[in-house]
């Protein structure tokens, strides 16, 4: 079966650093993405990657500052968050698609997969 399974959350303080991993299994995918819900707000697209291209997107707010990655060997994709602010507070879910259309990457709805979501905390 697939199963996505994000590890690496934490409190941190603003300014800081974390690293997000999602390690995927069960079949490959066209297109993983990075999405974070806080308290009262939608699920909002945070940042993806095209598996295969390795081409990514990201929110503009959290352009400069916010890295995915994937490692092929292991089937993880990562996020770096760097600069940490207090907005950047949520649940970050890892998702997947089962095929990559270029389209409709940044909604919730285009997602096949998700994993179970990781509490990211940033203290100000």
């Known amino acids: 079966q697939v199963q996505l399974v994000e590890s690496g959350g934490g409190l941190v303080q603003t300014g800081g650093s974390l690293r997000l991993s999602c390690a995927a299994s069960?079949?490959?995918?066209?297109?993983m993405g990075w999405f974070r819900q806080a308290p009262g707000r939608e699920r909002e697209f945070v940042a993806g990657?095209?598996?295969?291209?390795?081409?990514?997107d990201y929110a503009d707010s959290v352009k400069g500052r916010f890295t995915i990655s994937r490692d092929n060997a292991k089937n993880t994709v990562y996020l770096q968050m760097n600069s940490l602010k207090p907005e950047d507070t949520a649940v970050y879910y890892c998702?997947?698609?089962?095929?990559?259309?270029?389209?409709?990457?940044?909604?919730?709805?285009?997602?096949?997969?998700w994993g179970q979501g990781t509490q990211v905390a940033v203290s100000s």
């Open positions: 069960g079949r490959t995918f066209g297109y």
């Open positions: 998702a997947a698609t089962k095929y990559y259309t270029g389209s409709y990457y940044y909604t919730a709805g285009a997602y096949d997969y």
């Open positions: 990657i095209r598996w295969s291209a390795g081409s990514t």
